[in-house]
């Protein structure tokens, strides 16, 4: 990841650290923790891979696709599995169509795309908490703050707020060389009131990794590899539906050509100064359904 313009080729990539990182995480981590336990359905198997193979087989008829552009997908599916980009380009070209239908039998605050850079395991805290970060880490203060309740609206105690995001450069913790493991990372208990306050800092826009595999993909068609700054954050309580969802930031250049197709105007932050330098504030109540 990173916020240099990808027309000016200046910047280090991180694509093979990203890559080998975010498999890993897939492999451990909540999309196989959330995928877990299902029974095969031999039906809906052939139902849904032949409908997605006749999909590729149409794009192949009504495109004339050659051998010598044939070999090339091959080649290119090849280098994705050998970078480690399967979660990478799935989770930016295809989740957010699967969370769509999701959405459609859910209750509750609104949700998006988990992506590929949650990290079991990090810091517990206690809110008001500040994330772990440098000493001297960059980038505009931020304070995000609100109430956690459920459809009943009763707030919800002790509610957990799993937050995670980029540095100030684009770059997340334990995806990248540069940050720090743990860097901006945090899950937040709320107090008895379901609510919470965390301070940290106001993350930059950046670019799927452009050296590999799905950056090559997306730049060789013209569209863009920008995604707008935004917070991850998993919503939880006990006997209650996760919310998996993202919070982005009025005017950023990106928010209507995010890679990921993840945004939505009800996850629009729209921080205020709070007087303390150039600190900002924004509040943001969440919703949650009962199991």
């Known amino acids: ?10 910047a280090a990539s991180d694509a093979a650290t990203a890559g080998s990182h975010a498999t890993e ?13 299902s029974a095969v359905d031999q039906a ?98 931020l304070i995000l703050a609100g109430q956690v309740r459920g459809t009943d609206g009763k707030p919800l105690a002790g509610a957990k707020v799993d937050i995670w995001h980029t540095d100030d450069e684009g770059y997340y913790s ?15 208990t ?29 730049e060789t068609a013209g569209w863009s590899p920008w995604r707008p700054g935004h917070l991850h954050l998993l919503v939880s309580a006990p006997g209650h ?7 982005f930031f009025i005017g950023d250049r990106y928010l209507d050509s995010d890679v990921a197709s993840a945004t939505k105007p009800e996850l629009i932050l729209d921080p205020q100064p709070t007087g303390n330098g150039d600190e900002v504030r924004s509040d943001y109540d969440f919703v949650i359904e009962s199991e």
Do not use: C
């Open 174 to 188: 334990g995806f990248a060389s540069k940050p720090p493991a743990g860097n901006l990372r945090g899950v937040v």
């Open 44 to 141: 809906r198997t052939a139902k849904v891979i032949g409908a997605a193979l006749e999909g590729i087989r149409a794009a192949i008829r009504d495109n004339k696709v050659t051998y010598d552009e044939f070999d090339a997908f091959k080649r290119w599916l090849i280098e994705v599995s050998d970078t480690g980009e399967w979660p990478l380009f799935l989770d930016v070209y295809l989740e957010f169509e699967v969370e769509r239908v999701a959405a459609e039998t859910q209750d509750g605050s609104t949700g998006t795309i988990l992506g590929p850079f949650w990290l079991d395991g990090q810091a517990q805290l206690d809110s008001p908490a500040t994330l772990p970060m440098r000493d001297d880490e960059p980038g505009t203060p």
């Open 1 to 10: 990841m990173t916020t240099t313009d990808p027309r000016s080729g200046s």
């Open 25 to 37: 995480s897939a492999r451990l981590g909540r999309s196989n923790q959330r995928g877990g336990g």
């Open 190 to 218: 709320a107090n008895s009131d379901g609510r919470y306050e965390i301070h940290s800092r106001k993350p930059a826009p950046y670019t799927i990794p452009l050296d590999g595999p799905t950056g090559k993909m997306t």
């Open 241 to 247: 539906r996760t919310i998996t969802t993202q919070l």
